[in-house]
C-alpha cells in the first residue's frame, strides 16, 4: 500500500496537486466519461451534449469547472451564475454535477475543486453559492459540510418532467434537435 492511499485510509486529507480550470472543447470525450461515473443510468450520449457543451463554453452565466493531472479530467462540476433582480441585482450562483473520479477520490480533488468554483462565483459577483446533491450518503454531505456548505439553511424541492429522457437517433435531424434545445 503506497503513502497516499495509507494516508487516505486513515482519513488523512491529501491533495493531489491538480490543475482547477475552466474546460475547453478538447475536455469533452473526458467529461462525458465523468458524467458517465455520476449518473450511469442516463441515456447514450448523442450530438446533443455537444451542442450544449459548446453552448455551455459560449456563455458568461455557465462554467464547467475540471480538475487535471497530466492531461487526465480527475473532476468537474458545473457553475450557473443567475442574475438576480434582489440583493442589489447581484447574482446568486448554483454548483451541480460535481463528480471526481472514481479511482481518485479521497485526495483532496472535490475539495480543491469545490474550493475554487466558489472563489470563481465570489470573484463574478455572486452574494451566495448554492450547492445542489441527488446523492443520499451521509459521505457525501459530510464533503460538503467539509467545503464550508450549510445544508440547513434552505430547503430545496425538485420537480421533474413526466417523461423519461429519451435520446433521439442523429438521423431524426440535426435542426430538429437544434430547435429543441432551450438556448
Known amino acids: ?16 496537486s491538480v490543475q ?26 448523442s450530438e446533443i451534449e455537444e451542442l450544449v457543451f459548446e453552448e455551455i463554453l459560449k456563455s458568461k ?5 475540471v480538475a487535471e493531472k497530466d492531461n487526465k ?3 468537474s462540476c458545473y457553475l450557473n451564475i ?37 472563489e470563481i462565483a465570489y470573484e463574478k459577483g455572486c452574494y451566495k453559492v448554492m450547492l445542489m446533491s441527488g446523492r443520499t450518503e451521509e459521505s457525501v454531505h459530510s464533503f460538503y459540510r467539509s467545503c464550508g456548505f450549510d445544508g440547513g439553511q434552505k430547503q430545496a424541492y425538485i420537480k421533474r418532467h413526466t417523461n423519461k429522457i ?18
Open 1 to 16: 500500500m503506497d503513502a497516499l492511499t495509507r494516508a487516505s485510509a486513515l482519513g488523512v486529507s491529501v491533495t493531489m
Open 166 to 183: 429519451k435520446n433521439e437517433s442523429a438521423t431524426s435531424g440535426t435542426d430538429a434537435q437544434k430547435a429543441a434545445r432551450p438556448f
Open 82 to 118: 443567475i442574475p438576480n433582480l434582489s440583493r442589489g441585482g447581484k447574482p446568486y450562483s448554483i454548483i451541480e454535477n460535481v463528480i471526481t473520479d472514481i479511482h481518485c477520490r479521497n485526495q483532496g480533488i472535490g475539495k480543491a475543486l469545490i474550493n475554487r468554483t466558489v
Open 20 to 45: 482547477i480550470r475552466f474546460a475547453v472543447k478538447k475536455d469533452y470525450n473526458q467529461l462525458l466519461e465523468l458524467l458517465r461515473q455520476l449518473n450511469p443510468d442516463d441515456p447514450e450520449f
Open 73 to 75: 479530467l480527475l473532476g
Open 61 to 65: 452565466y455557465l462554467f464547467l469547472m
